[in-house]
């Protein structure tokens, strides 16, 4: 079966489609791409797919990665973003998931999340939780909400590495540079192993566990592409997100 038709047969929200057409086309022109590891998605049925965040244009690359790889991809977004003309119909009608931090409507972002895996759709968590506050964009100690619904739904938890997002739009920076093309690189590996949690009750350590499994290989594969040694812990990121919460000091874009 084509792609063309596997998509067809998944029957895309109009607004994913309309979405999809208008960026995807300049991202090729603008783009470069090292694309490697799609293999690793399955082919059918839900999982959680989980990158590292180095850049507000993140979201866009990586859909794209997924998409072209034949996975279109669902995300959890801050509810903020659905209330922006324009942005907020295209994420309602494409069935993006609103994520209400703080609030009594935040367990129902979990288990939309839940639904969706449950679905057959592949679901993108950002473990950090918001762009990344280390000083050389290396990943922070990762959040548990990616871990959380890959062990209550048991689906593949796939890891993800990129890099090149940040050359565009530098992490808490409003100055774009298209120019010249930079290199979009991903790197998608295999499942995360959690096998040997599922039996196990899914509390604190357990949910810990399973995070850092994840982050250190999201960490192992960026150390590869960037042909670097990280460093031997991580940044604790802060509780808030998005451009109001602005970066450390020490944060160098």
Not at 26 to 34: E, F, N, S
Not at 44 to 63: E, K, M, Q, R
Not at 147 to 172: K, S
Not at 242 to 253: C, F, L, M, S, T
């Amino acid at each position: 079966m084509s792609r063309a038709s596997r998509r067809q047969r998944r029957r895309l929200p109009f607004a994913y489609r309309l979405a999809a057409v208008l960026l995807r086309r300049p991202m090729m022109v603008l783009m470069k791409r090292d694309w490697q590891g799609a293999e690793n998605f399955p082919a059918t049925g839900g999982f959680v797919v989980s990158p590292n965040h180095i850049s507000y244009v993140d979201p866009i690359v990586f859909a794209h990665f997924l998409f072209d790889s034949d996975r279109e991809c669902y995300f959890l977004a801050k509810d903020g973003l659905f209330r922006v003309p324009f942005v907020g119909w295209v994420l309602r009608a494409s069935g993006q998931i609103p994520v209400y931090r703080n609030s009594a409507a935040a367990a129902s972002s979990y288990r939309s999340a839940l639904d969706a895996v449950r679905d057959g759709k592949a679901v993108a968590i950002f473990p950090e939780g918001t762009i990344t506050r280390d000083p050389d964009l290396w990943p922070m100690r990762g959040k548990t909400g990616a871990a959380r619904v890959a062990l209550e739904t048991r689906c593949p938890l796939i890891p993800v590495a990129q890099w090149g997002a940040h050359e565009i739009l530098p992490p808490y920076s409003k100055k774009v540079g298209l120019f010249p093309r930079r290199t979009m690189v991903m790197r998608a590996g295999p499942p995360v192993d959690l096998s040997d949690l599922y039996d196990r009750p899914v509390d604190t350590k357990v949910l810990r566990e399973a995070t850092d499994r994840l982050m250190a290989r999201i960490t192992e594969m960026l150390a590869e592409v960037r042909h670097e040694q990280p460093p031997t812990s991580a940044v604790t990121g802060g509780t808030t997100d998005g451009p109001d919460a602005g970066p450390p000091p020490e944060v160098r874009p």
